[in-house]
């Protein structure tokens, strides 16, 4: 685990210790962000969402076992990045071996084919990684995800919009956040908007490092 994961990881163990659930998924999160191999992280990160389900009276998730392979955001911009680069380079290679004839450039030709093949592959492989890549990062950017930290609140209609029933929300709960107002926010639930709350109720998961070492007593 990094430097970094490490102070998240243990800043949200100790919150999930003293039953501060909201602050726990929070710094759990930042942290697998940083570290998605982490299994402590990860194994903590599962007992704060169980809490925070059965909290709605939902059924806890199983424990994840987590992926064979897990990158962070950094790793997978390197891991296209190289993709694209190989991808080309074998591309490229490939053309230079036309064959002029003969047996021993026929075994040539049919080397650089799959080269050229794999190449192929892995530029489409880089591309598409890069792109889902993009999308995400757009997505943060325009939505920024967000936890519940208030034990519960609700979220209400705009001043402006049509009223309808509020939702409450509680502590731990993983949201994305829209529009600012003043004091308030928009929260986002499969994104879809569903009313805005007090912006002290939530942490931006991306802003969680700025809250180590000042976790606030309940």
């Not at 501060?20 to 929070?26: D, R, S, Y």
């Not at 990684?129 to 979220?155: C, H, K």
């Amino acid at each position: 685990m990094t430097a970094d994961a490490s102070v998240l990881y243990n800043e949200g163990t100790a919150a999930l210790a003293r039953g501060q659930i909201g602050e726990a998924v929070a710094f759990l999160v930042a942290a697998r962000r940083i570290d998605p191999r982490a299994a402590d992280a990860r194994r903590n990160l599962a007992i704060a969402e169980r809490t925070v389900a059965s909290a709605q009276g939902e059924t806890p998730p199983p424990t994840p076992k987590g992926p064979a392979v897990a990158l962070s955001s950094a790793e997978a911009w390197w891991l296209a990045a190289i993709l694209l680069a190989l991808g080309a380079a074998a591309v490229i290679g490939s053309l230079r071996a036309w064959p002029t004839g003969g047996v021993r450039e026929a075994r040539t030709f049919r080397g650089a084919r799959l080269a050229r093949i794999g190449g192929v592959a892995a530029v489409v492989a880089g591309v598409l990684l890069g792109a889902w890549l993009g999308a995400a990062a757009l997505t943060e950017r325009r939505n920024p995800e967000a936890v519940i930290v208030a034990r519960s609140v609700e979220a209400r209609s705009g001043v402006d919009e049509t009223p309808r029933a509020p939702i409450l929300l509680r502590a731990g709960e993983r949201v994305r956040t829209g529009r600012i107002r003043g004091e308030d926010v928009e929260v986002l639930l499969g994104g879809s908007p569903i009313g805005w709350v007090p912006r002290a109720a939530l942490w931006n998961v991306a802003d969680t490092p700025r809250y180590t070492g000042r976790l606030r007593s309940k």
